[in-house]
Structures are given as structure tokens and as C-alpha cells.
């Protein structure tokens, strides 16, 4: 059945994908709002609110709240981001309408109680702590600070455990009712129900009073070079990052998964080759893509022993410059097109994918493609379009190699920054 977008009196945006073959059913609640728009007094907020809203409504604890799902065998979660917000849920298909009649009280009757408030705090530093020994989430947060200084789109998701610690109960339910219980609303839904009972009760929920309120978010400016973060960790971890426009439209952005699967995010891409099988120089070895609403970029990722740091970074920034410069392939055009159909064929009979990716669409400003279209659009991309992508973004190219690990010597600093300003030539 065909894909359903619509905005309904009550100003919550509802988009609907009834798949009658489907047992089970994905529904998200999204808001717009997330780490980006918080500052330095309240960091951490949005994913405090996140928590709080599984901790008890004015009739369910946090108990019925997770009883309500288990007993049924389905699942309940939620993630934040820095420009969003989800609650979501996946349920046998004849539960859809008690699943979104909990979620919708979480989201509208949440009471935030004190008791509550501190013993989730505690949970979320616990959560702080546990990720700081996660190098991949930690190097992340010091690359997104070194290619966008000093601008809240580079604050760390969750805060710290001091910024958690200052969070009133009266700051977290004042946010929850700004952006959660009035701000603007997705409902995403996936899978086997019925669209006119869906349909009927978003429409009874309350009206979105602040659907047209848009925060003003100061824009990220890039700042390009190369940045040496130590920390104490074992291996090195490289980060090569191509500033990307993220205006781009949908037919641009599967080019762009096009390129991306040929350069370095499959096990035959290039990169994968050339450091792993070929070189042995590395573990790890992909590259993917993050876009925002008014920045993104092209991140091109390695990691290795402080030993092989040189070889590890020669070859990630001379097989990323070669591949901006050489000519792709057809087998290498074809490849990519069979991977990308084959992940778009997957994620059919994924409920849960399904979901978000109509929300992700909409967030983007794109139409609501059926998995049939996608894979149409990706069998007619071209080499031609990969090059007018790839010249398209070299007009106004912006890079960045951020190496986050032990110590590296003055010496070997030099030989890498002399190697990023080469092919900067």
C-alpha cells in the first residue's frame, strides 16, 4: 500500500506505512529537538527527558509502563540525537493501538516525580561513565568539537556527569513541556494496522501549541587542518572529514551511498582493500556519512597501533585524495548499486527500519519513496553522476584529519601534516 503523510489538526505530522503481510508493527514518536539546541547551563537535558519519560505517568509506574510491553512480546526504546528526539516501540501487529495509547500518555502525562528525578540521575551518570570507556563514542564527541568550535551542535549527547548533576526537576519538566508535549510532533508507523484507528486516535491527541516555533540555531562554521587529540587509549583512531552541503536532494544523496559503498563502507570498497587486506595496517576501516540541517560531512575512519600511526595515515588521506581524482569503475558502479538494492530489499521485511526511515525522509524534506522506487533510482545512477557529484562537491571542499590516541611524536606530526597539505595541492 502506498506510503501516508499528513498533518492533522492538532498539528502532529503523521506518516504511515500499512503492510499487510507484516506481523508486527514499529511506531515512533519523534520531536525536534535534541543536543544541538541546549547550552553549556543545561547540558544533557534532552537526554534526561528522554529517561524520564519511562519513569511513570499519572496511572502507570515505571513498572506498568515496561510490563505493558514485555507481556506482549514486544519492545519499547529510545535514542537522542542532536537534532532529534524518538520514543518507539515494536509490537505484535494486534497490539498496535494499546502500544500507542502507553506510548502517548508517556509522552503527554509524564509527572517527573522527585523521587524518580534522582534515582534516574544517578542511572544516567552511571551511563556517562560507562561511555567513557568506549573509544569510538569519546572520539566522536572530540571530533565533532575540533570541526565545529564552539557551537552547542558539538556538545556531548548525554552531558557530563557534573552538567547531569545540576539538572533541576524543575529544568527537565519545563523542557518536557516545550518541546515534548507541545513542540512539534512526528508519528512514524510501520507495518500490519489499521490506518483509519491509527489515524483517529492522533487526531484526538492535544494540539501541538508550539508546532511553528522554530529555535534559532547559530550555524557551525568548519575549521579545516589537522588536530592531534591525545587520550588514553591503546590504538589511534583517524578521522578524515570532507565537509558535505546538506541541502542535497534524495536522487544526491543515493549517489552519495553509491560512493560511499565504493570508497569504504562494504568489505570490497577501496579503503577496506587497500589498509586491511592489502596493507594489514588496521582492524578497522570504514567511511560514512552525517547530515544536519544546515552542515554535514563525509567521515573517512581508521584505527591502529600507535606503531603503524604513519602508514595508517599516509594511506587513509592518499587513497581518499586518488579516489576524488581516479576514475571509478563500472564493476565498482555495479557492485555498489547490487549492495545498496540488496540493503533496500533487507530492510523491507524490517518493520522497525521501515519507520525510520519514512521519519528520516521527512526530517530531510524528502518525499515518502516506496523500497520499489529507491531501488529504481538506485539502478539508473551512472558514472557521470558520480563524477558531477564528486566535482560538485570539490567546489567549495573543506577537510579535516582529527588523530585522537596515545601520544605521537613531534616528528611523526610533521610527516602527517605534510602529507594532509600535499593533496591539498
Request: glycine content about 4%; overall charge negative; charged content about 25%.
Amino acid at each position: 500500500m502506498p506510503i501516508f503523510q499528513q498533518i492533522l489538526q492538532n498539528k502532529a505530522v503523521l506518516i504511515t506505512e500499512p503492510i499487510a503481510t507484516a506481523k508486527t508493527v514499529a511506531i515512533g514518536f519523534w520531536f525536534s529537538v535534541g543536543s544541538r539546541y541546549e547550552t553549556s547551563g543545561n547540558q544533557g537535558i534532552t537526554h534526561f527527558v528522554e529517561h524520564m519519560l519511562f519513569k511513570g505517568t499519572s496511572t502507570r509506574s515505571a513498572f506498568d509502563i515496561a510490563v505493558e510491553f514485555d507481556k506482549i512480546g514486544g519492545y519499547i526504546n529510545a535514542f537522542t540525537e542532536r537534532e532529534q528526539m524518538c520514543v518507539y516501540c515494536v509490537v505484535p501487529c494486534f497490539y498496535a493501538k494499546q502500544a500507542l495509547s502507553v506510548i502517548s500518555q508517556m509522552i503527554y502525562d509524564s509527572t517527573f516525580l522527585p523521587s524518580e528525578v534522582e534515582k534516574e540521575r544517578t542511572v544516567i551518570q552511571s551511563e556517562i561513565i560507562s561511555s567513557l570507556d568506549d573509544p569510538e563514542e569519546v572520539a566522536m564527541d572530540a571530533v565533532f568539537s575540533s570541526i565545529w568550535k564552539d557551537n552547542p551542535i558539538a556538545l556531548n549527547i548525554s552531558g557530563s556527569v557534573t552538567d547531569v548533576e545540576s539538572i533541576t526537576r524543575e529544568d527537565l519538566f519545563d523542557w518536557y513541556n516545550k518541546f515534548v508535549k507541545s513542540g512539534p510532533l512526528t508519528i512514524s508507523v510501520a507495518g500490519n494496522f489499521n490506518q483509519d484507528e491509527i489515524c483517529e486516535c492522533v487526531k484526538n491527541f492535544p494540539d501541538r501549541t508550539n508546532f511553528e516555533k522554530t529555535e534559532i540555531l547559530p550555524k557551525p562554521i568548519w575549521h579545516s587542518g589537522v588536530d592531534f587529540v591525545n587520550a588514553d587509549f591503546q590504538q589511534e583512531q583517524f578521522f578524515l572529514l570532507y565537509s558535505l552541503n546538506p541541502k542535497i536532494n534524495f536522487e544526491q544523496s543515493l549517489v552519495l551511498a553509491v560512493l560511499n559503498a565504493i570508497i569504504g563502507d562494504t568489505m570490497s570498497s577501496r579503503l577496506f582493500q587497500s589498509l586491511r587486506e592489502n596493507s594489514g595496517f588496521c582492524y578497522n576501516v570504514y567511511s560514512f556519512v552525517n547530515l544536519f540541517i544546515d552542515c554535514g560531512f563525509w567521515c573517512f575512519y581508521a584505527t591502529s597501533s600507535k606503531s603503524n600511526c604513519l602508514n595508517v595515515a599516509n594511506n587513509l588521506i592518499k587513497n581518499v585524495d586518488e579516489f576524488f581524482k581516479e576514475k571509478i569503475t563500472e564493476q565498482e558502479l555495479n557492485y555498489a548499486k547490487q549492495h545498496l538494492c540488496g540493503e533496500e530489499i533487507m530492510a523491507c521485511e524490517d518493520m522497525e527500519q521501515r519507520m525510520k526511515q519514512m521519519a528520516r525522509f521527512y526530517f530531510s524534506g524528502y518525499e515518502q519513496y516506496s523500497h520499489e522506487d529507491i531501488i529504481k533510482k538506485i539502478e539508473k545512477i551512472s558514472i557521470q553522476d558520480l563524477y558531477d557529484f564528486i566535482n560538485n562537491i570539490k567546489v567549495n571542499l573543506k577537510k579535516s584529519l582529527i588523530i585522537y590516541g596515545p601520544k605521537i611524536k613531534s616528528s611523526d606530526k610533521k610527516i602527517i601534516l605534510k602529507d594532509f597539505e600535499d593533496v591539498q595541492r
